[in-house]
């Protein structure tokens, strides 16, 4: 399989989603939109996964590549390649779908619980595992759903955690990828924003608490990831 990845900030890649790709012998090729990377052709990947990065999908005049980018990632779901949005990417998704992407009323940074709806078990993507599964996010905006949008989690204070569209596009607001490693570069680059007032907004010292969740979280998206490229 030929995976095409974009990358919007230098401190999040792919993490866990790297040692898929070598266990299923994928080819792995990146855009950089912070080092003004030109798209690939569509006939060149069969898979894009659309990673996260602390700016918005509003945020076009600071950077100017987003409108490229939505316009890249349309083309790539009309062209029928799977797609997974992260973080970022899920609401870059959401936004050419059709739907509204907008602050959150609390943003979520640190390990804080997902709820799966009763869709999941149509597509038995998460049938090994509780309807409640402990996840990293560091998000403050949030989507609605697109039209056909199939929803598929939530949390306590965000309706939207992920959604499934016409079985070949997967969004994520949250970190299922999410590594030791890659949770601390988050840390070390976006940390000002623990300093922010927030029930749902832990400090640094619970979340580096809590990096053994990383192990089941990466096991879990290995099966979802399966189970995805199957539909």
């Known amino acids: 399989m030929k995976i095409h990845v974009l990358q919007h900030v230098s401190f999040e890649d792919i993490g866990a989603i790297k040692s898929w790709t070598e266990n299923n012998n994928s080819l792995v090729t990146y855009t ?11 006939n060149d990947f069969d898979f894009l996964i659309i990673l996260g990065g602390p700016m918005g999908v509003y945020q ?17 779901i009309k062209a029928g390649k799977k797609v997974l949005g992260i973080c970022l990417g899920s609401q870059l998704i959401a936004e050419v779908l059709g739907a509204k992407v907008h602050s959150n009323n609390e943003k979520e940074i640190g390990w804080f619980p997902i709820t ?33 949008a199939l929803h598929l989690a939530s949390s306590s204070v965000c309706t939207n955690q992920a959604f ?58 290995f099966e979802l990831l399966n189970k995805f490229i199957s539909l």
Do not use: R
């Open 32 to 42: 950089c939109l912070y080092k003004d990377e030109k798209f690939p052709d569509l």
């Open 164 to 221: 499934l569209y016409k079985n070949n596009v997967l969004a994520l607001q949250f970190h299922f990828e999410a590594t030791e490693e890659s949770i601390i570069k988050m840390l070390e680059n976006e940390d000002s924003e623990l300093e922010e007032k927030g029930s749902y907004i832990q400090d640094k010292n619970t979340i580096l608490e809590s990096l053994s969740n990383c192990n089941n979280s990466n096991k879990v998206l």
């Open 116 to 148: 799966l709806s009763e869709n999941i078990k149509e597509f038995s993507l998460f049938e090994n595992y509780n309807d409640i599964l402990e996840v990293f996010h560091w998000h403050g905006d949030t989507f609605t759903l697109p039209d056909e």
């Open 60 to 76: 076009e005049k600071e950077f100017p590549w987003l409108k490229n980018e939505k316009e890249f990632i349309l083309s790539s």
